[in-house]
């Protein structure tokens, strides 16, 4: 069973930092597979923020993130972070882990508010 644990989540105020972590067991083609994270914002749909392929060069960004979010992988750790700096209100949203294909963590909820 492919368990996917998210963490790092919580408030931050504009222009702070959050790092995001989510540790995946059970996957054992974890270091040959791109990794992402998503997010979801109230009333709105799940989109794609990250995207990390396996060898961590090239990572995709959101055009609303690039610059300030970096995603990392640890492959020895099975775990991949989300480092998000000069974060905005609308920035708030619950974070998600997904590995390929259809496997999601809880969530960690992120809300950016002064």
């Known amino acids: 069973q492919v368990l996917l644990m998210e963490s790092g989540g919580g408030l931050a105020q504009p222009g702070g930092s959050l790092r995001l972590s989510c540790v995946v067991s059970?996957?054992?083609?974890?270091?040959?597979?791109?990794m992402s994270w998503y997010r979801q914002a109230p009333g709105k749909e799940r989109e794609l923020v990250a995207r990390?392929?396996?060898?961590?060069?090239?990572?995709w960004y959101v055009p609303a993130v690039r610059g300030r979010f970096i995603i990392s992988r640890d492959n020895t750790k099975t775990t991949v972070h989300l480092q998000m700096n000069d974060l905005e209100p609308e920035s708030t949203a619950m974070y998600y882990c997904?590995?390929?294909?259809?496997?999601w963590g809880q969530g960690t909820q992120v809300t950016v508010s002064s």
């Open positions: 059970g996957f054992p083609s974890f270091s040959s597979k791109a």
């Open positions: 990390i392929p396996s060898t961590g060069d090239n990572a």
């Open positions: 997904e590995a390929p294909v259809g496997h």
